[in-house]
């Protein structure tokens, strides 16, 4: 299957400061990626859907200035997580639909966050 | 209501034994319905895919089944290896030609015992 990748898999940061993470299609090109977060022993929640050359579109409840995205190219997005805080930890997913098959979600590996 | 709703939530079997998984859901019409297994740490890395006109899917040793009357999926497991402990997620495919709305099960958390 197509594979998506991110950057980086774990990350450790100061309460206050932000963080970026990045996810890639590496097979083929997404307009379309798409921002989870999971808590633990939780499902995947759908945070934003990230659409290559204009504005993300949040879920009920997401802070856009406080998760932005960017999806600059059709094979990267980045979320960066602004001034974080411990309640910010989590595990971030990111997907992207493969043009080719319209209903086909690729997960990329995960980004697991924690805030000190 | 969770329009996904997986059972039992968690499960502990020994190694080399079958189980199953089952996947309730409401979501009308739908394109597809995916198993996927996540490892602890990991994102979910699809098993199956079926669509609403399929009753069965295999891969390897995983075979999904699908009711569209009942509304109801499994995922069957044989011979369990100790790589089989992940979760088991369920997901749905809504048929209105996107896929970001896709319906998560929260999930079977599946222990194999030596």
């Known amino acids: 299957g197509a594979v998506v990748s991110q950057h980086p898999s774990w990350v450790i940061c100061k309460s206050g400061t932000s963080v970026k993470i990045e996810c890639r299609s590496l097979d083929f090109q997404a307009t379309t990626m798409f921002w989870y977060r999971q808590f633990p022993k939780q499902s995947l929640m759908l945070m934003a859907t990230s659409n290559e050359g204009s504005k993300a579109t949040y879920e009920q409840g997401v802070e856009k200035d406080k998760f932005l995205i960017n999806h600059a190219s059709l094979t990267l997005s980045t979320l960066t997580v602004t001034s974080a805080h411990p309640e910010d930890s989590s595990f971030y997913i990111c997907?992207?639909?493969?043009?080719?098959?319209?209903?086909?979600?690729?997960f990329g590996p995960g980004t697991r966050l924690t805030v000190l | 209501k969770n329009q996904v709703e997986q059972s039992p939530q968690s499960l502990i079997i020994l190694e080399g034994k079958n189980c199953t998984l089952q996947c309730n859901y409401t979501v009308s019409p739908f394109s597809n319905l995916r198993w996927y297994k996540q490892d602890t740490g990991r994102g979910p890395v699809s098993l199956t895919i079926m669509t609403f006109s399929e009753n069965t899917k295999s891969n390897g040793r995983y075979t999904a089944t699908l009711d569209a009357d009942t509304k109801q999926s499994s995922l069957h497991i044989t011979a369990s290896q100790l790589s089989d402990s992940a979760s088991y997620i369920c997901?749905?495919?809504?048929?209105?030609?996107?896929?970001?709305?896709?319906?998560f099960g929260t999930g079977t958390r599946l222990t194999v015992i030596p």
């Open positions: 997901v749905v495919t809504p048929n209105r030609g996107r896929a970001n709305n896709l319906f």
């Open positions: 997907s992207a639909r493969d043009p080719g098959f319209t209903d086909t979600q690729y």
